[in-house]
Nanobody
Framework: QVQLVESGGGLVQPGGSLRLSCAAS????????IGWFRQVPGKERTAVSC????????YYADSVKGRFTIARDNSKNMVYLEMNSLRPDDTAVYYC??????????????????????WGQGTQVTVSS
């Protein structure tokens, strides 16, 4: 059974850091594009960061570039999102998702949530105070 489980969310102060984890089972993360998306009520789910299966290509949304880092640990079959310098507008539910290998994306063509077939349940990140 294909499963993705996010963890690591919580309440942090502005300027703080969180490390989100995505534990995968039923497939090998190194064989797929793994993305982190976020969503707030009333808005579309948008890509935060992605890492490709093939050569480790990565994508970062402009709003998080320089603050967030995506990483994959193939030995643990996990993907992480290190979030630093958090801001209140980073508050959202964060989802880990698996998409096709060699999915095309770029800074001008960001990954889109319908491209990803498998999703975790989400983890809440709240940046306040």
């Amino acid at each position: 059974q294909v499963q993705l489980v996010e963890s690591g969310g919580g309440l942090v102060q502005p300027g703080g850091s969180l490390r989100l984890s995505c534990a995968a089972s039923g497939f090998i993360v190194d064989d797929y594009t793994i993305g982190w998306f976020r969503q707030v009520p009333g808005k579309e789910r948008t890509a935060v960061s992605c890492i490709s299966d093939s050569d480790g290509r990565t994508y970062y949304a402009d709003s998080v570039k320089g603050r967030f880092t995506i990483a994959r640990d193939n030995s643990k079959n996990m993907v992480y999102l290190e979030m630093n310098s958090l801001r209140p507008d980073d508050t959202a539910v964060y989802y880990c998702a698996a998409g096709p290998p060699n999915l095309y994306y770029s800074s001008y063509a960001p990954p889109l949530w319908p491209d990803f077939r498998s999703w975790g349940q989400g983890t809440q990140v709240t940046v306040s105070s």
